[in-house]
Nanobody
Framework: QVQLVESGGGSVQAGGSLRLACEAS????????FGWYRQAPGKGREGVAA???????TYSDSVKGRFTISRDSAKKVLYLQMNNVKPEDTAMYYC???????????????WGKGTQVTVSS
């Protein structure tokens, strides 16, 4: 059973930075691909960034140039470095995984429970 646990959320002022982490377990890490999503109150879940099995990366236009997705395969951890955050980045952030074919916004098979990010102006 795939398990994903997010951490690193919190409160930050606009212009600041946060790094989110997603620890994965329960399967062979290298055979899966991953992504980050977010959901603000009253809105649907939105794809933020994704990394495919071959390492290719896609971002949503709203975060391109500010957020960076990366992974530490040895530690089985996915990261999201968030720089120059804005109040509109406030949301619950989720990590997702699927066996193959990850691009930003694709529907994932497995999800974590999320970590809250709040950006104040």
């Amino acid at each position: 059973q795939v398990q994903l646990v997010e951490s690193g959320g919190g409160s930050v002022q606009a212009g600041g930075s946060l790094r989110l982490a997603c620890e994965a377990s329960g399967y062979t890490y290298s055979t899966y691909c991953f992504g980050w999503y977010r959901q603000a109150p009253g809105k649907g879940r939105e794809g933020v960034a994704a990394m495919d099995n071959d390492g290719s990366i896609t971002y949503s236009d709203s975060v391109k140039g500010r957020f960076t997705i990366s992974r530490d395969s040895a530690k089985k951890v996915l990261y999201l470095q968030m720089n120059n955050v804005k109040p509109e980045d406030t949301a619950m952030y989720y990590c997702g995984a699927r066996p193959w074919g990850c691009w930003v916004g694709v529907v994932m098979d497995y999800w974590g429970k999320g970590t809250q990010v709040t950006v104040s102006s």
